[in-house]
């Protein structure tokens, strides 16, 4: 703009005052802006056109003042044009400039990390409904109704997926949602109770199914940072970050009560919703499966638990093949453990040995009452295979690492003695 009133002034300055022409055009250029430079050249054009004036002589004045108002008109559109073409020059650089977008700030490296970790596994995480059926107390109708949901994520391009097994006991139905937001129903394969484990069935085209990578979790180490993705409190696909906080924790599987080992701890915030989902690794590969928080209040306190993929990947795999998992028992129950501190002794107290149980053929000792009513004490095992046995979660720890058809040797504490008696290991009976 500055341009344009600089080379306007110019030509004006330099124009004689007797020119009727100039006024004209200095009332009709001072009326133009830059953005109407195609109106402007027109009403130019047509000010310089030749006036009207009556018939006359000419003479030789004449005749110079005509080839002088000729020269200035033709001076005077000259510099019109380059004051027009620096103003339309202007306008197109300040018009660009309003449409120039500001770079966006760019990430840095670990969050590019962190975001194209999420992008690359949502597919593979979904979000899992469970319906119970429940009986209208007016019109007797069965419907099913929500009561609970929980995360899981798909294993293989067979349509099996992993979950936690509480989050689908008590189940009536079940329904899968991929992240695409198409739902399945599911049928469970088999769960493994004692872990925490269950895998379901989905009818699902392989294109829509993205198994997740798994990776390895016995060379894990505190301080490593981890990611957890999953739907808490029915959210979409949520994710959340930490750290391994802690590694070979132990905890108790909600449905047995049976203790869960080598379980990873994170501060990784996993709520309501989160049970079943991955764990992932800083590169992407699956570590293990989020299913418990310690909270007194019901949310996240930062002390979450995950099962290591290594015990996972051994229970799924049995699933997935025979649809149970086949895990030893010595076929006792037992007393807990505060009865057993009670008596001043350390191990487990044998409160029943069935006959046809493993125990019971070998000829442990179930507790009893005499002719008298008065309670006689069974066998107390204080070890199995030389490992000592202090409590149950002790005895669990050691019958995991042996297989069905195993034998061992358990000793005992009967009355005053010791005795070593040789037990062969059996499946569970509903597992036979």
């Known amino acids: 703009m500055a341009a344009y009133s600089l080379l306007s002034t110019c030509a004006f300055s330099s124009l004689p005052s007797h020119n009727s022409t100039i006024p004209s055009l200095s009332r009709t250029l001072s009326l133009r802006t830059p953005n109407s430079y195609r109106h402007t050249s027109c009403i130019v054009a047509s000010s310089l056109r030749e006036p009207s004036h009556p018939t006359y002589s000419p003479t030789p004045e004449s005749t110079h003042r005509s080839s002088l108002d000729k020269f200035l008109n033709s001076c005077f559109v000259i ?51 469970n319906l119970a059926s429940r009986q209208d107390a007016f019109t007797l109708d069965v419907m099913e109704v929500p009561q609970g949901s929980g995360s ?32 399945y129903d599911a049928k469970v394969v088999g769960f493994d109770q004692d ?27 505190v301080g490593q940072k981890v990611f957890a993705i999953g739907n808490p409190f029915g959210l ?21 009560g049976r203790p869960i080992q080598d379980v990873i701890q994170t501060d990784a915030a996993i709520n309501p919703g989160n049970s079943g989902g991955p764990l992932l690794d800083s590169s992407g590969s699956l570590i293990g499966i989020n299913t418990a928080i310690y909270s007194p209040s019901g949310a996240s306190s930062g002390v979450g638990f995950s099962i ?12 997935v093949q025979f649809g149970k998992v086949t895990r030893p028992i010595l076929g006792i129950k037992f007393a807990p453990e505060q009865s057993v501190e009670q008596l001043g002794v350390s191990g487990v ?37 030389g490992k000592k046995v202090a409590n149950g979660s002790d005895l669990y720890r050691i019958l995991d690492q042996c297989k069905v058809g195993e034998k061992v040797t358990v000793e005992v504490l009967r009355g005053d003695h010791v005795e070593k008696i040789p037990v062969m290991l059996e499946p569970k009976p509903d597992e036979t």
């Open 79 to 129: 510099c019109t044009s380059v004051a027009l073409s620096a103003s339309v020059f202007v306008t197109d650089v300040d018009s660009a400039a309003a449409f120039v977008v500001a770079t966006p700030r760019k990430l840095q490296t670990d969050e590019l990390a962190t975001v194209r970790l999420f992008q690359e596994n949502t597919p593979s995480v979904v979000y899992i409904t």
């Open 152 to 183: 899981g994520f798909v294993w293989d391009k067979n349509g099996h997926v992993v979950t936690n097994y509480h989050v689908i006991r008590g189940a009536s139905d079940l329904r899968v949602t991929l992240a695409d937001q198409t739902t």
């Open 195 to 221: 872990k925490d484990v269950a895998v379901l069935f989905i009818d699902a085209p392989k294109d829509k199914l993205r198994p997740i990578p798994v990776g390895v979790s016995a060379d894990l180490l």
């Open 236 to 256: 979409d696909h949520t994710l959340t970050t930490g750290v391994i906080s802690g590694l070979r924790r132990e905890i108790s599987s909600a449905a047995t």
């Open 308 to 319: 290591p993929v290594d015990t996972v990947g051994g229970i799924v795999d049995q699933l």
């Open 349 to 385: 107290l044998v409160l029943d040995a069935p006959p046809n149980g493993p125990a019971g053929k070998a000829g442990i000792v179930s507790t009893k009452r005499d002719a008298y009513g008065r309670l006689v004490l069974g066998d107390i095992i204080t070890s199995v295979n």
